[in-house]
């Protein structure tokens, strides 16, 4: 199995490769069907319009148990801020003082995620 990066630009090939289309296809299902999501690694680009798409169809339709690992720990920073408001704009279903609830840091990844046995 090669690795393969889907870079944040505005336009992916997704379409053009069926390894893409077939692991977007399955990520999308997979959204639909979820209880719980929790967003690591993913700062939401405005150039990224494939991403926001596939969250905002999926987990941004409905309620679900929701928790966006924000990188920036100040949350009275410019960083924090355009990052909550990018969210916001994906989740749209969550008011604001709901969302941040929703946005933890990293350091506290381990109370996130489900313990293996």
């Known amino acids: 199995m090669d690795p393969v990066m889907i870079p944040p630009v505005l336009h992916k090939r997704i379409a053009d490769d069926p390894v893409i ?3 977007w296809g399955l990520a999308r299902t997979r959204l639909m069907a979820a209880t719980k999501v929790v967003v ?3 700062s939401a680009a405005p ?3 494939y991403a ?3 969250l905002r169809s999926t987990v941004g339709t409905r309620e679900v148990e929701l928790v966006v690992m ?3 720990t100040k ?3 410019k960083d924090h801020k355009d990052f ?3 969210m916001r704009s994906i989740f749209r279903q969550y008011d604001n003082d709901r969302l941040c609830k929703k946005l933890c840091c990293f350091s506290e990844i381990e ?3 489900p313990q293996r046995t």
Request: glycine share 8%; net charge neutral; aromatic share 12%.
């Open 40 to 42: 690591v690694g993913f």
């Open 21 to 23: 289309r077939s692991a």
């Open 111 to 113: 109370s996130v995620l």
């Open 75 to 77: 949350k009275e920073g």
């Open 47 to 49: 150039t990224d319009f």
């Open 52 to 54: 926001h798409w596939l």
């Open 84 to 86: 909550t408001t990018r």
């Open 70 to 72: 924000n990188p920036d």
